[in-house]
């Protein structure tokens, strides 16, 4: 109890000590929306609190991993608190994070080099890196650059970077069923266990603080799927009635479509040439066999198979893409987790390219259209499935760059 009292005396104070800005207070009310939040967060961490369900701001308790509170730290740190120096601050980071997507396409070289400035061209996506200052434009910018490692086949790395995206916000997350195939497809299973181990200490060495005195709130509160989000900030379902929309029935049903779709493209697309599904998991039941009881684990850091960029970003962007088609809830912030893969999942449909850009005009008018409503969630909703079939009807890349001679017979 003696805990409690100090907690909420300490919320008294917490921006106590936080510099005032010199900008207009209308234009700050207008930017920062999670801001204050972040900051009271952050300042309960700073201020010696370990126990996550004591951890609260003016939007609710904390819910993201211990990674954020590090991040946010040394945000408050630098900036002093105040919202115009961080801003600037997120304006750095929409550059460096824009100039690793230009070269995860140019390394892929799937679009056309004119298609590149649509990546420059959204309104919603500069408010929510520049204005917002929202933790997901950090947990992008992190999964780009663990996207941009993949492409030269560091998997101990990206992964490494991967969970550090995760430790910022949990969205990250819907890449990782993709990133596990493509990593069985890529090295032995060995070197996949040693990769992930890698991952799961970073989020043990991150979450150390809190495992070691209240590791149960940590747990549960940092790492919860099961939250529900209010029905009036959904961008993708406000079609949906909110009774249905909170149920777990609807949640549920999403769940099972998700997995359905991901099994499918598994099966029919990312796995084409490997035969399927079952025989990339036959192939890697007996890679495990032969390396019982894992005597090669000391090679993690080699690759079995090199697998073509084009393959790994397609697998990592519609892996995704799947999840979002999906999600219960889509709040404006979230439009950030695949606006960056846009422009590489409509150039691999087989639509003509003014269909391209007319689907790219839709997402982002849907996605400006504040609040959100009826038809434009409903909307979105179809221009998310159609850009889905088109992916499904679209060939399927041959994944690995060791075998010329398989890549020519399919060309043909």
């Known amino acids: 109890m003696g805990d409690n009292s100090r907690t909420k005396e300490r919320k008294s104070q917490k921006f ?20 204050d939040a972040y900051m009271s967060q952050v300042s309960e961490f700073l201020n010696g609190e370990r126990d996550y369900s004591n951890i609260e701001g003016d939007t609710g308790p904390l819910v993201y991993p211990a990674g954020f509170l590090y991040v946010y730290s040394a945000i408050q740190y630098i900036t002093g608190g105040q919202v115009y120096p961080a801003q600037i601050l997120f304006g750095a980071l929409y550059i460096i994070n824009l100039a690793i997507v230009f070269f995860i396409y140019i390394k892929t070289d799937v679009l056309p080099w004119w298609a590149l400035s649509l990546l420059c ?27 941009a490692t993949l492409l030269y086949q560091r998997w101990w790395l990206g992964l490494i970077i991967f969970s550090l995206a995760v430790s910022i916000k949990m969205n990250v997350l819907l890449f990782a069923p993709s990133l596990l195939l493509l990593m069985l497809k890529a090295m032995d299973i060995s070197g996949t266990i040693v990769a992930l181990a890698g991952a799961a200490l970073v989020q043990i060495l991150l979450g150390l603080p809190f495992l070691l005195s209240y590791p149960v709130a940590y747990i549960s509160r940092a790492f919860n799927l099961g939250r529900v989000f209010i029905h009036f900030w959904s961008v993708n379902f406000k079609f949906v009635p909110e009774p249905i ?9 999403l769940l099972i479509i998700h997995l359905g779709l991901l099994a499918m493209f598994v099966h029919k697309k990312w796995c084409k040439h490997e035969g399927g599904l079952l025989k990339v998991l036959h192939s890697v039941y007996v890679s495990t066999l032969s390396c019982f009881p894992f005597k090669q684990l000391y090679a993690y850091g080699t690759t079995s198979k090199t697998l073509n960029s084009e393959h790994i970003v397609t697998t990592m962007f519609v892996g995704n893409f799947i999840g979002i088609v999906c999600a219960r809830s ?3 912030q979230f439009y950030s987790w695949y ?15 003014l269909i391209r850009i007319a689907l790219f005009v839709g997402v982002e ?5 504040y609040p959100s409503n009826s038809y434009s969630s409903a909307v979105l909703l179809c221009i998310h499935l159609i850009i889905l079939w088109g992916l499904c009807i679209a060939p399927a890349e041959y994944p690995y760059m060791d075998d010329k001679s398989s890549t020519k017979r399919k060309k043909k």
Do not use: G, Q
């Open 245 to 253: 929309f909170v149920s777990k029935v609807f949640a549920v049903s």
């Open 330 to 332: 889509l709040h404006y």
């Open 16 to 35: 106590s000590s936080l510099p005032k800005s010199k900008l207009p207070t209308t234009l700050l009310e207008n930017t920062k929306i999670d801001w």
């Open 121 to 147: 061209l959204s309104k919603r996506v500069h408010s929510i890196f520049v204005l917002r200052l929202f933790n997901d434009c950090i947990a992008t910018t992190l999964l780009n650059a663990a996207v």
């Open 339 to 353: 606006f960056f893969s846009l422009p590489y999942l409509l150039w691999k449909t087989p639509f003509p390219t």
């Open 365 to 369: 008018l849907c996605w400006n259209v």
